[in-house]
T-cell receptor, first 112, second 118 residues
Framework: GNSVTQMEGPVTLSEEAFLTINCTYTATGYPSLFWYVQYPGEGLQLLLKATKADDKGSNKGFEATYRKETTSFHLEKGSVQVSDSAVYFC???????????FGQGTELSVKP | NAGVTQTPKFRILKIGQSMTLQCTQD?????MYWYRQDPGMGLKLIYYSVGAGITDKGEVPNGYNVSRSTTEDFPLRLELAAPSQTSVYFC?????????????????FGAGSRLTVL
């Protein structure tokens, strides 16, 4: 079946460090891929997305590239800030009418 | 823009009690969803609806019921609360997945309802 696997957290970084959160997926066909972010006490909100292979989604300094050959959609940011502290969820939609399938979430804590 | 509004934000129930989590959206989205979030488990889909009068089960529907009498509202009912239903519940809505346009496939979430069953 379709599934999403993320690296386990929590991830703790110092401000201005480089961030990578790994995400791999299993799906039939050509899924759309998403990163959602959940700030403390809030609901999830879309961070970025990619709908086909080799697409790069980007927003707020975060980037992720849809790699079909490695079935991955790793999230990266060159220089994190304290305000980036949140839980990050990788998700896929396997087909046009399908429902979102979420990974387990990765908590990021950025220290000043 | 209110977006997706959930009430209550917090609730404590005793085992066997019933309650309804309310969800309303003002974006005229035809799709609505209920998820539960448990620590380290990500989000699991409970029920969803593709339009008024139509609902369907998700991954973990047992112990819950839903209705969709209007486009705006999608309440989630717990009939006999159990400790296993202690969780954070999120309602979300979207346009029909797969439609053309940048808004398709994107879910808008409410702020969540934290439920504890003792």
């Amino acid at each position: 079946g379709n599934s999403v696997t993320q690296m386990e957290g929590p991830v703790t970084l110092s401000e201005e460090a480089f961030l990578t959160i790994n995400c791999t997926y299993t799906a039939t066909g050509y899924p759309s891929l998403f990163w959602y972010v959940q700030y403390p006490g809030e609901g999830l909100q879309l961070l970025l997305k990619a709908t086909k292979a080799d697409d790069k989604g980007s927003n707020k300094g975060f980037e992720a590239t849809y790699r079909k050959e490695t079935t991955s959609f790793h999230l990266e940011k060159g220089s994190v800030q304290v305000s980036d502290s949140a839980v990050y969820f990788c998700a896929l939609r396997a087909n046009q009418g399908g429902k979102l399938i979420f990974g387990q979430g990765t908590e990021l804590s950025v220290k000043p | 823009n209110a977006g997706v509004t959930q009430t209550p934000k917090f609730r404590i129930l005793k085992i066997g009690q019933s309650m309804t989590l309310q969800c309303t959206q003002d974006m005229n989205h035809n799709y609505m969803y209920w998820y539960r979030q448990d620590p380290g488990m990500g989000l699991k889909l409970i029920y969803y609806s593709v339009g008024a009068g139509i609902t369907d089960k998700g991954e973990v529907p047992n112990g819950y019921n839903v209705s969709r009498s209007t486009t705006e509202d999608f309440p989630l009912r717990l009939e006999l609360a159990a400790p296993s239903q202690t969780s954070v519940y999120f309602c979300a809505s979207s346009y029909q997945p797969g439609l053309a346009g940048s808004g398709a496939n994107v879910l808008t979430f409410g702020a969540g309802s934290r439920l504890t069953v003792l």
